[in-house]
Structures are given as C-alpha cells and as structure tokens.
C-alpha cells in the first residue's frame, strides 16, 4: 500500500516537472533527495530576463517538501512581502496536486518566507533578552530615522554651523550606506558623499549619538534589523543554533543583496549546504542601496568546492528582434555571467530608435502611438512608459492629462510617506513603545496648542515613570489644548490597556484623529479615504505588534497622493521610473530620454562600476517589452540646476550603450515625419490669421 503511494507520487511528481525545461528541471532537482540523506551543496541560478524564475524557485521550494524536507526547515527570503507570498502560494498549489490534501499542510507550515528585514525583526526578537534587547523595540521607518537623526544633529549644534552641515537625509544616508557596505566611514564619504569629507570627525560623533539614542528610546532603523542580526550571528553558539533552525535557505533576487546580508547568508550556511540563491547579474541596479553586484559575481568562489551555477536562458517574454536588441546592448558589459538569452517568439518589427526634437514632441509622439496601440485593441494597462528619473515624465504628464489618457504613475509617494497615515501609526506605535520620542513628538504636536516644549516635557515625564500612562493622565491639561487634551489621553488608555483589542483599536485612532484631519488637510476626504484602507490592511494582522513589523518593512502603494489616479474600473496607462519597473512586463514599452546626460545619467557616468550599472538599467528597461520597443530620442531637453542662469536646453546625442555597430538591431524613425511636417506648413501657408495662436497669446 505505501509502495503504491509513493509510487502515484512519484508519477504525479514527474508529470509537473515534465513542465519545466531543461535548465529550470536541473535547478529544481539539484541536491534534492540524495541517497545519502544529505543536503546539496550550494547552488547559484543564473536567471535571465523573462526566464521563468518565480516558477523554477516555487517549483524548487515545492519540490523539496515532496522529497520529505520539513517545510518549516526552509527559509525563502525575497524582497517583498509580495514576492514570499506568492512564491508560498505556487508552492503550495504544486504540492496540493501531488500530495493531495497532505500538500496544502504541509505548504501551510512554509512559515519561514519573507524580506531579509522581516526575517530579521523576528529572529531579533526571538532572541533578544540574549543580545540585551527588550523584546519590545519598535522599527523606525526611513521618516523616523531622519527626524530623529535630524533631532541628534540639533542637540550637537550641527545645524547651526559656519559652512553648511549635511541635512538629515544626507547624514542618515551616509550612516546606512557604511553599515550596509561593510566600509569604513572614510572610505564611503571618499567615494560616495566626497563633498561631506570635511565633516567624518563629527559625523562619527553625530552617528554614535544616534545609536545611544535609539538604544535609549529601544528603537531599531531598517539597518539595525540586519546589523544586530549580523552581530549576533557573530557569536558562534547563537550563530548556530540560529542557523539549526533550517535545513534549507532560499535567496531570491540575490543580485540586489548588500554586503551586510551577504554575510549574514555566509553565517547561516557556512559551507553552502543546503544553500540557494537565484538572480541576474544584468539586472543589477540599485547600488544606490548599497547593493553590490559582487555578491552575485563572486557567489561559487565563496564556497569549497564552489557552487554549481545553473543559467536559466530562455525567455518566455520578449519577441526574438526585442530580446536580439538587449543581447547585444548587455552584451558589451564588461563583466556579467556568460548566458545569451534566446526565445521561439518571432516576430518582424525591430524595436525602434524614435528620434525627436525635444520634450514636447517626445510626449506628443508617446501619446499619439498609445492610443494608436489602443485602437487596435490593446488596453492601456498593456502599455508602459519608463523614465529614469521621476521629473522625465513631466511633459508627458501634462500632455496625457490634457488628452484624458488615465494613468498611473509609480516610483512616486508611498502610502506611508503620507502623513495622515503616519498620524494614525504614531498613536499605534507610541502606545506600543512610549519611549519612542519620534512618534511621541508627532502624536503630541497634532493637538492645537501644543508645541515642542510641551511636547517634550510631557515625554520627559512619561520617560522616568513606571508606568508612562498613568504618569500621562496625573499630568496636567496644558491650558492652550484643554479642548483636546481629555480626548486624547482616554485613546491613548483604551489602546493600552486593550479594551477594544485588535484591530478594532485602529477604528478608535481613527475616530479620534478625524476632526484633526479635516483641521489640518484641505483633502481630508481623500485622506480619509487612505485611513479606511489602512483599517482593512489591518484586518489582515494578528496583532498591533505584527501589524506595525510588517506595515513598516513592507508597505504598500499611496492611493492618494498620486499624479493621475484612475477610477478603479478605467483602464490607465503605466508611468513608472526603471527601477521601479524591474520585475514588471507589458506588450508595449516606451522608453523616455534614451540619450547621453539621461542614460547614462549625469550622476551617473562618474566610475566604470556605476557607468556599468547604467547599462544595466537601459537593459532591464528593455527587456520589460514582450512585443513592441520605443527607444526616444530628444534631440534637446532641459537640465535643472545645471546653470547660474536657471533651466537651459541640452543638445543630446544618443545613449552611447546603443553604439554605431547596434543599429543594425533597430528600426529608426523620425517623428513628425518629413510628409507631417510638409503638410502642416501648408496648412500654415493658406492660414490668414491664427487665431488659436491669439488665444493663447492672450495668457502668456
């Protein structure tokens, strides 16, 4: 009977490998269910653009828990709490179908999957009486850790020197750039911040003031969820019963790894048993994170005997002239993992090389072929415009409004940047945490007549209280807030001692804080809006605790705040920034600015390693297309800042990523083309008045 079992397994288990090809097979199968018993040895994924990755790793994940491997033995870390579920939910369904019900338990208990972050904030607070921490910190979000940055640089008089001290966005910068790059301060002010190196005495002093300062208010940044991750790896009887907790580590996105997670990778899986790590070096574009496309280069020689590598290469996306054309821009990287991606889709249209005469026609163009596309029954959400700067799109923006082209744009605001949303958190992390004087200066300012000496000597007195709370309500009503002050203290005391309990208590923040919405914003309708989002978000969290962990490493997109915002049931079209785009595909890609000064960026052509990393951007841009490519060329644009006069033009010359010898992989065109242009001067010619140009004459 259990032979038959295990043998309709094994039938249903070859029937969905029978799916994958070769490549991705191999990678599944690698190390799984050796004879010996033991876990394979550690294994690097080369996935191309378009490769099937997301389903090689889910079918791998899956099929480690049919070969008998204990799902809460295996750690999936990706970069978003997106990605881990969905890479849980195909696991899930793989193992359901050979496993019968048995799969959908078994995947359940996958309970190990989510962000380097995340998986951080609950190693730390698993074991953080043994590393001296109180087990209830609160995580700052970037906004918190500036203020509070900004708060240390105040109490140093850093703000009030003779030359000018870097702003607080700067300094937190810096501070996340050397703790993420595993550098010394001297050496990432030299190479990153050059203009700054004047200050590294006080910036040491200013950094090591905000440590103690958020130790003081038991505080941890994104950083410190990694760094003391890292530092506790580095005592070895933690180190490994940290690492005993699994049998298998799964890294997706490897690419865009740090050296600080690399190392804590390297701690958890010393020899490289058991080890997976899956990524492309072509697509690896945000060093400005401190990302380093060393890890992923370096990955097989970290390991003795070295790690097998695997290359995903055939793409199921683009068309073979899209895919020719990114070949051969990528293909003059100087250092990348050998792979030549190849696809069966044919197709006859080259991607094209558009050129124009500047902004304004480069947005006329972009909209006319848009709706051209539509015409022909492709929606715009099958259609995307990739920029790499956030302001390439303005006049873009501007023409798309004025022609009722929906759209949306992303690379912008992020729901938790708004500041009614981060209004309510402040009530639900101050209650979580009164020592975090970052929220407690926010929530305590909310109220009208309330300002930072008030504020202060409330937190003050909460601080050296057992019992902050009480010491909160014995205080008394400052006489300017006596209105609100009532208000305010008794929701504050309903969340803490839980009388509501999770996660009505975000409708009680809510109702406390609307009069003060519609006080303060113009749009509170809008806002309120977001607020009533963030209540069903909510619902979805066992506890106020896991709720604000995970509401803060992973948010979720802004629903107001955001140029252009459709109705819910239009269709719109995709406006986003390249980095933003990374992971996304259309049918129909339009890439702003394909010019020198804009890719490369000027910012960006400063060394090789970042010159390098352009490319790799103009390549992730492209092989976004599944059908149809537009590469634009501006033969003018404007610069901002660039001159003592104000804005000026820029005449540009195209991306030297696309040499003379890579046009042969394009289409190359010229809009208006020279029969538009033709017929529009003799349109002009039989005009006796322009009236329209009067019209518009008369407001300018």
């Not at 695997?310 to 199921?316: E, F, G, H, K, S």
């Not at 049918?587 to 000064?597: E, I, R, W």
């Not at 000026?648 to 020279?674: D, G, K, N």
Request: glycine share 6%.
């Amino acid at each position: 009977m259990e032979s038959q079992l295990d043998k309709g397994q094994t039938s249903a288990s070859a029937a969905y490998l029978e799916k994958l090809n070769d490549q991705q097979r191999a990678a599944v199968e690698h190390g799984v269910g050796l004879a010996d018993g033991r876990t394979g040895g550690p294994l690097l994924i080369i996935a191309g653009a378009g490769s099937g990755k997301t389903n090689t790793l889910a079918h791998r994940v899956a099929h480690l828990i049919v070969n008998g491997a204990d799902p809460r033995r295996i750690l999936l870390m990706t970069f978003s709490r997106r990605a881990s579920s969905e890479m849980t939910r195909r696991a899930e369904q793989i193992c359901t179908k050979v496993l019968a019900d048995r799969g959908r338990i078994l995947a359940d208990a996958l309970t190990w999957a989510g962000t380097f972050h995340g998986i951080g904030a609950r190693i730390l607070r698993q074991y953080a009486e043994q590393i001296g921490l109180d087990p209830q910190f609160t995580i700052h979000d970037r906004e918190d850790s500036a203020d509070l940055m900004n708060l240390i640089r105040h109490e140093h008089g850093l703000s009030a020197t003779e030359s000018r001290f870097p702003a607080k966005a700067t300094c937190l910068a810096i501070y996340s750039r050397t703790v993420n790059a595993e550098l010394p301060l001297t050496d990432i002010l030299c190479s990153s911040f050059p203009w700054v190196v004047g200050w590294e005495v006080q910036l040491r002093d200013l950094f090591a003031s905000y440590v103690e300062a958020k130790q003081a208010q038991n505080v941890l940044d994104y950083d410190d969820l990694l760094l003391y991750w890292s530092h506790t790896m580095g005592d070895p009887t933690l180190a490994d019963d940290i690492a005993a907790h699994w049998d298998h580590v799964l890294v997706d996105e490897y690419q865009d790894t740090n050296r600080l997670q690399a190392t804590i990778l390297t701690s958890l899986k010393p020899g490289g048993r058991g080890l997976t790590v899956v990524g492309d070096d072509a697509q690896s574009i945000y060093s400005f994170r401190a990302a380093t496309v060393r890890n992923i280069l370096d990955f097989p020689a970290e390991f003795s005997p070295p790690a097998e590598v695997i290359t995903l290469d055939r793409n199921y996306r683009s068309t073979k002239p899209v895919l020719a054309a990114a070949n051969a821009v990528i293909d003059l990287a100087k250092e990348r993992y050998a792979k030549n991606l190849w696809t069966d889709r044919e197709s006859a249209e080259l991607p094209q090389l558009v050129t124009v005469r500047d902004e304004a026609d480069q947005a006329r163009f972009v909209a006319e072929e848009i709706l051209a596309h539509r015409e022909t029954g492709q929606r715009l959400k099958d259609q995307a415009v990739l920029f790499r700067a956030s302001h390439h799109s303005g006049q873009l923006e501007v023409e798309l409004t004025r022609r009722n082209i929906p759209f949306r744009k992303f690379g912008g605001l992020k729901f938790l940047d708004s500041a009614h949303v981060k209004d309510v958190l402040a009530a639900l992390r101050f209650v979580e945490n009164p020592r975090d004087r970052i929220v407690g200066f926010r929530l305590l300012q909310l109220l009208p007549g309330i300002g930072s000496a008030t504020a202060q000597h409330a937190l003050d007195a909460m601080a050296d209280s057992i019992d902050p709370f009480e010491k909160l309500t014995a205080l008394p009503c400052p006489p300017r807030a006596a209105a609100d002050w009532p208000d305010f203290v008794a929701m504050l005391h309903r969340l803490h001692a839980g009388q509501a309990g999770w996660p009505a208590e975000i409708g009680h923040v809510r109702n406390w804080y609307e009069p003060h919405l519609a006080r303060i914003h113009d749009d509170s309708e809008a806002r309120r809006a977001d607020l009533l989002q963030l209540e069903d978000i909510a619902s979805g969290y066992a506890s106020r605790e896991r709720f604000l962990t995970e509401l803060t490493l992973d948010p979720p997109d802004a629903t107001s705040g955001q140029a252009g915002v459709p109705h819910l049931d239009e269709d719109y079209l995709i406006l986003s920034t390249i980095h933003s785009a990374k992971g996304q595909e259309w049918k129909s890609v339009f890439v702003l600015n394909a010019v020198d000064g804009c890719i490369p960026s000027d910012l960006g052509a400063g060394s090789s390693g970042e010159l390098e990393e352009e490319r790799r951007l103009l390549y992730v841009a492209m092989t976004r297309a599944k059908e149809h490519l537009s590469l634009i060329l501006p033969q003018r644009f404007f610069t901002h800042g660039q001159s003592p006069t104000g804005d000026r033009h820029l005449y540009a010359s195209r991306t030297r990523f696309i040499p003379a010898a890579l046009l042969q992989y394009f289409e190359r065109r010229s809009w208006p083309s020279a029969a538009q242009v033709e017929a529009s001067m003799s349109k002009a010619k039989h005009m006796r008045v322009d009236v329209g140009a009067r019209m518009r004459g008369m407001w300018r």
